[in-house]
């Protein structure tokens, strides 16, 4: 597996907490590096553009107040096969249902305020950390 680039965002709710800390902790022990990373706290619109591909979804409304409710802290992580070994150590969307030890299931409050976000494809990576960093931010 070749390395890879995925996006990740530490949401208002870890902020809020001072939990990027120990989350940023947990994502370099698993072997991935952050090489970018920037606190922003997003307005309204900024979040609807983020997630413009949830519009339809009936917790979309909730979810951009939510995402625009407090700072935020974007990343850019890479090593082998970083989407995948992102969303393993993230655990599931839901941390009802995630795995001990992943950060959701150690930090997440609910569905929605589930502390961090990470890319679902590669392709998707591209466009998240487009949306967000330009070359001159990352760590080559
Ligand atoms: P995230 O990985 O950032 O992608 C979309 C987000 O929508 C998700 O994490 C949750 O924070 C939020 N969300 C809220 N309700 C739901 C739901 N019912 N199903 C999926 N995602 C939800």
């Not at 709710?13 to 997003?42: F, H, P, Y």
């Not at 409050?109 to 890319?119: C, D, L, P, R, T």
């Not at 392709?123 to 990352?138: G, L, P, R, V, W």
Request: aromatic fraction near 8%.
């Amino acid at each position: 597996m070749a390395l890879q680039r995925t996006f990740s965002i530490l949401k208002p709710d870890a902020t809020r907490r001072n939990l990027t800390g120990k989350i940023n902790a947990k994502i370099e022990e698993s072997g991935l590096t952050i090489v970018a990373q920037k606190r922003l706290w997003l307005t309204r619109t900024q979040a609807e553009g983020f997630y413009a591909v949830h519009a339809e979804r009936s917790f979309f409304g909730d979810l951009c107040e939510f995402m625009s409710s407090g700072s935020v802290v974007v990343q850019i992580l890479e090593g082998e096969n970083a989407v995948a070994k992102y969303r393993d150590i993230m655990g599931a969307t839901n941390p009802a249902n995630a795995n001990d030890g992943t950060i959701r299931k150690e930090f997440a409050e609910s569905i929605e305020a589930n502390s961090v976000h990470g890319s679902d494809s590669e392709e998707n990576a591209a466009i998240e950390i487009s949306y967000f960093f330009s070359a001159i931010e990352i760590v080559g």
